[in-house]
C-alpha cells in the first residue's frame, strides 16, 4: 500500500489541524493504520492507531483527549484531528499501516511495514 500524508502547517498554540492519509495500492479496511510523529532531537513514536475496520482507537497518552484518529474506508483514507495544540506537538508528522499487529502493540512502531512521507507541523506559544 502507497500513503501520502497532507495537511500539516503552522498554527498558534491552542489551535487546531486536520492531518490525511490517502492509501492507494490495497483496501485500506485491510490495514491497522497508525499516525506516528518525530520531534526534533526525539525518537519516532505512535501517537494514535485505528484498527482494520476502524471501529477501535488506541492513543498515547500525550495526546489522549486531544487528538482524534478516524477512517473512511470507502474513501481509503485516514484523518488525525489534532484541537488544542501544544508547542510540544511540532514534529514531523507520518502515516503508517501493517496488515498484522502481534497482540496489543499498536505502540510500537516497527510493527508498521508501510509508510508514507512526513508532513511537518508546528505549533508556535
Known amino acids: 500500500v502507497q500513503l501520502q500524508a497532507s495537511g500539516g502547517g503552522l498554527v498558534q498554540s491552542g489551535g487546531s489541524l486536520r492531518l490525511s492519509c490517502a492509501a492507494s495500492g490495497r483496501p485500506s479496511n485491510s490495514y491497522y493504520m497508525a499516525w506516528c510523529r518525530r520531534a526534533p532531537g526525539k525518537d519516532l513514536e505512535v501517537v494514535a492507531a485505528?484498527?482494520?475496520?476502524?471501529?477501535?482507537?488506541y492513543y498515547a497518552d500525550s495526546v489522549k483527549g486531544r487528538f482524534a484518529i478516524s477512517k473512511d474506508n470507502a474513501k481509503n483514507t485516514m484523518y488525525l484531528q489534532m484541537n488544542s495544540l501544544k508547542p510540544e506537538d511540532t514534529a514531523s508528522y507520518y502515516c503508517a499501516a501493517a496488515r498484522v499487529l502481534t497482540g496489543s502493540n499498536w505502540y510500537l512502531t516497527d510493527q508498521y511495514d508501510n509508510w508514507g512521507q512526513g508532513t511537518q507541523v508546528t505549533v508556535s506559544s
Open positions: 485505528i484498527s482494520r475496520s476502524g471501529a477501535n482507537s
